[in-house]
């Protein structure tokens, strides 16, 4: 069964990553299963093609991470959001909400 | 003396962060395997279906080791020496009334641009120009039964 694929705009993965993290800390592949959890396997994820964009978020200081060891007792790293990151956070979802509305009332005009 | 040092810090700097993401990244493939194997898959299956949902391990590890070398300590303490090298050198240059010491000024003030400049090009990296490499997040219309399916 081919899946019929629509690529979001950019920056979306990133809202998701700060949303999933804004709960708790987690390591890269708790992000990526949340996500697909909370869509409902609906939004799909490229895992590796995540990491570029957590150390890039790392760097512009959204998040930070520390090592530590996961539920079955592997060490991992683990990200969690930093205090920019929660303003940042905010900044977007209001960013989304706007878009989202702006264009449903362009679709519901025509 | 002081330029093996450096190179030699830089080196175990990189070698370090290299190992750091290769394990992080194996981390996330473990995982995947043994979500696989929990749902029935043989190893081999599970292995084999949790690469290819990874992507390109190479290319991603690169990525993210470019990053990190572009966010190092050394490299933020280099910055912030070549900001002060540059605030020295304009200072000398306003404020020096003898034609010479302004000179001094102008040239701490090129070697702070001309290092700050070839900090940026060291930053960059090929990839962030190739097709294909950005993060992809997609809609799915029809749920996906299992990534060994596809």
């Not at chain 2, 040239?107 to 294909?132: K, N, Q, T």
């Amino acid at each position: 069964m081919a899946n019929e694929r629509t690529d979001l705009m950019q920056g979306t993965l990133e809202l998701l990553i700060l949303n999933t993290l804004a709960r708790e800390s987690m390591h890269g592949y708790g992000i990526v299963q949340r996500i697909h959890d909370a869509a409902e396997d609906l939004l799909k994820v490229e895992d590796g093609s995540l990491y570029p964009a957590l150390y890039r978020m790392e760097e512009r200081g959204w998040i930070k991470s520390e090592w530590g060891v996961s539920e079955n007792n592997r060490r991992a790293k683990f990200y969690k959001l930093t205090s920019r990151g929660k303003r940042k956070l905010e900044a977007e979802r209001a960013n989304w909400n706007r878009i989202s509305k702006a264009i449903t009332k362009v679709l519901q005009a025509t | 003396m002081r330029i093996a040092i450096v190179n030699l810090l830089r080196r175990t700097h990189r070698k370090k962060t290299a190992f750091e993401v290769d394990e992080e990244l194996q981390f996330h493939i473990e995982m995947l395997e043994r979500k696989y194997a929990q749902q029935g898959m043989s190893d081999a299956h599970a292995k084999s279906a949790a690469l290819r949902r990874f992507g390109n391990f190479e290319r991603v590890k690169k990525q993210c080791v470019d990053i990190s070398r572009r966010n190092s300590l050394l490299r933020r303490i280099l910055k912030i020496s070549l900001i002060l090298i540059a605030l020295t050198g304009l200072a000398i240059h306003t404020l020096s009334l003898d034609y010479r010491v302004a000179r001094i000024g102008s040239v701490l003030i090129i070697i702070a641009v001309s290092g700050r400049l070839l900090l940026y090009v060291r930053g960059l990296s090929p990839w962030i120009f190739l097709p294909g490499t950005q993060t992809t997040l997609s809609v799915v219309s029809d749920t996906p039964k299992d990534a060994a399916r596809t």
